[in-house]
């Protein structure tokens, strides 16, 4: 979602009064409340123009539509033609899964170092459990706070794990003091395995990714190998068609774009200003030559944020995917 759209969701909820701006808030999820909660925060005096525009164009969105009850089987079908089988099935878990990590989903509102500090005298099985329930930015925050080996061994149960069991989502369901719901679902989900693996470790970066693919390749050399095949890094950009490219320009801000792009090779440079216009290339350039040297941390650090912006456009299906840190330093 754009900033513009979460600063017209800002108004809009400003607007419905306290009772009912607190419903809506009860469908939301963490990201979702985070990300709007400080966009209602920052929105300063709005014009009647303003207030207007945003609640014709509400009004205009929902207008005419109806509740058509429970679409489970519809989604299912609708995802598996849309995105086929196997491209479908992890998000039909994750969306369809109900009440089987009921448990998890309120660790989900809490911050990593309270998570890592709820988990960190738990079974590192249990942790992989919890790891792979989790949004991957998020898990990867929480394992970053753990002690060294116990990451590594957390990463190995995670790249080997093939799917959880309803027995074991209640074990982790107690150990979070929660019960578990539906107790008769009776196939395991599909969660876990070397894509979660590499997803998690796209987000540390740096010394700790490669501490942790060391240790794993030590465990499993051709585990390892199958980790970073799956890995996206900041170069795989180069992989991205330039629908894609143009796609992802649209969601970034340009100083984050500017820090991104220093020190990354010319053929990434000449992707992002071909799918640029004449101007807007012109100017990026400009101002990559007037922005100096920048800390490597920084760089890694707005890279990263970009990759969050790519898989998020991979999980709304609007792209498809056809890893990474150094020394502290300077890069030109």
């Not at 925050?141 to 074991?168: C, K, W």
């Not at 004449?278 to 990026?284: D, K, N």
């Amino acid at each position: 979602m754009s900033d513009s759209s979460v600063n017209e969701c800002a108004i809009l909820m400003l607007a419905l009064g306290h009772e009912e701006a607190a419903e809506v808030f009860k469908y939301l999820g963490p990201k979702e409340v985070q990300k709007l909660g400080v966009a209602m925060t920052n929105i300063g005096n709005v014009s009647r123009e303003q207030m207007e525009t945003v609640l014709y164009s509400f009004i205009d969105e929902t207008e005419g539509r109806v509740s058509l009850g429970d679409s489970d089987e519809y989604i299912r079908s609708v995802l598996k033609k849309a995105l086929g089988d196997d491209k479908a099935a992890h998000l039909i878990d994750r969306i369809l899964q109900g009440n089987e990590s009921a448990g998890i989903e309120s660790l989900k509102w809490l911050d990593s170092a309270s998570v890592a500090e709820m988990i960190r005298n738990e079974h590192p099985q249990i942790i992989a459990t919890i790891m792979v329930h989790l949004e991957r930015d998020h898990a990867s925050e929480i394992l970053n706070l753990l002690p060294e080996r116990q990451r590594n061994d957390v990463m190995v149960r995670i790249a080997t794990l093939e799917g959880v069991q309803p027995m074991a989502m209640r074990e982790l369901n107690e150990v979070l003091t929660q019960l578990l719901a539906g107790g008769d679902v009776s196939k395991k989900t599909s969660l876990g395995g070397v894509k979660t693996a590499a997803d998690i470790l796209n987000y540390m970066g740096g010394a700790v990714e490669a501490s942790v693919l060391a240790n794993i390749r030590e465990h499993d050399a051709e585990l390892a190998q199958k980790i970073q095949d799956q890995m996206f890094t900041f170069d795989n950009i180069l992989d991205l068609d330039d629908r894609s490219v143009q796609l992802l320009l649209r969601e970034v801000q340009s100083e984050t774009l500017i820090i991104a792009l220093k020190g990354t090779s010319q053929e990434l440079k000449d992707l992002i200003f071909k799918n640029m216009s004449t101007r807007a290339a012109e100017a990026l350039k400009e101002d990559l030559e007037a922005k100096g040297p920048v800390r490597l941390s920084e760089v890694e650090a707005e890279q990263k944020e970009i990759l969050k912006i790519v898989r998020k456009l991979v999980d709304e299906g609007q792209i498809v995917l056809g890893g990474k840190g150094g020394e502290e330093g300077l890069v030109e």
